[in-house]
């Protein structure tokens, strides 16, 4: 487990900042020592002429796998009711009533929100929203899987993922069996003491180490896409993506294809939150240059371009293709149909109507009928070898 790994990843994140730079064109896709010697070199994020490379790469092998295509994918939060103190949260337990209203959907209320982003809105891959809610039981979000896979199935066809807490192998099996494609779960941060400072209290979420291996117990239960990603501006981010990158690497040579989402939430003000002003949130352009290198670091793993960015920044995190991207979004149970007030953090609605034009006007392909292989180039390897040969930097 990485659990066991993790204080030694933890140093090698550090000691491998200090390495000599090498060639571009040398870096070896998912050997994270050849790419994090680049977080810390002198020209990154600069603008200058190695982030130009950098960018121009990620846009070319990004191109060449996925042909500028990108899938659209709608966040339906289910509760904020939550148990946790996650410090930079508007939804932590210990927040009695800025800028939240505190929702669990009925069923009822899931269907009438989840029918509203099919129909009105055309989306057809949904990704169920949990906070850590104590009456929420697995029975019950297996019940949602079922039942928004069965909307979905009536209108064509689709997909489910799920966002929430770590659980055990054998509920993730059960989530499998009710119809879910893909789990994603931010690590937040990798540094151990920043993370027991900002999820405060004996709560399952401050279990470290019991967080790390949930993507192992993901990948071993059979969840065709596993999403792993730090909240960027917690602790030093350059020393969390480094070690963002060996723990995909670990899970890569464990599992075989690994982790195939990469998260991009980038700390955001969030109303009722007590952690609000970090100086650890890489700016801008260090932000779009780091996803563009893990673009080559991992090119077949899709990241999932969130709507805490705005839409300038949205268009240049997917350039190529290959990404999930969130048009309409709220982040409040209800805040579709049933125009329930707050949020979880602040974020954009691009809705899916006038914005997947613009996506086309961006060079982009919008996709709203994905399917899971369509995330697997992967799984071609002569395509995968082909494209990353003859993908140099423009
Ligand atoms: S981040 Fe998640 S677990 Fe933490 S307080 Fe917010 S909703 Fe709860």
Known sequence: MFSERYAIAWEQASDLGHRRLQDLEELRPHVASDFIPVLWSE???????????????????KAGLFGGRVFVIAPLYVTSICQEQCLYCNFRGGNKGVGVERRRLTDDELKQEALYLIEQKGLRVLELVYSTDPRMRMDAMCRHVELVRGLLENHGGGLVGIS???????????????????????????????????????TKKANFEYRLDAYERMLEAGVEHVGLGVLSGLSDWRHDWATLLLHEEYLQKQYGRGTTILGLPRLKPAPGALFQDSPFIPNRQEFLVSVALHNIFAPSTVAFVSTREDWDLCVELARGGGCLFTLNCSTTPGGYSLHHGGCQFAAHSYDAPIYSAKLRDAGLEPVFSWQSHDLSPQHRPELFVNECVHSAPG
């Open 43 to 61: 020209g990154f994020g600069r603008s200058g002429e190695l982030d130009q490379s950098i960018l121009a790469r990620s846009a070319s092998v």
């Open 164 to 202: 929430a807490e770590a659980f055990d192998e054998a509920d993730y099996r059960c989530l499998i069996d009710a119809g879910l494609c893909w789990s994603v779960l931010w690590q937040e941060t990798y540094d151990r003491s920043r993370y027991a400072v900002l999820h405060p209290g004996k």
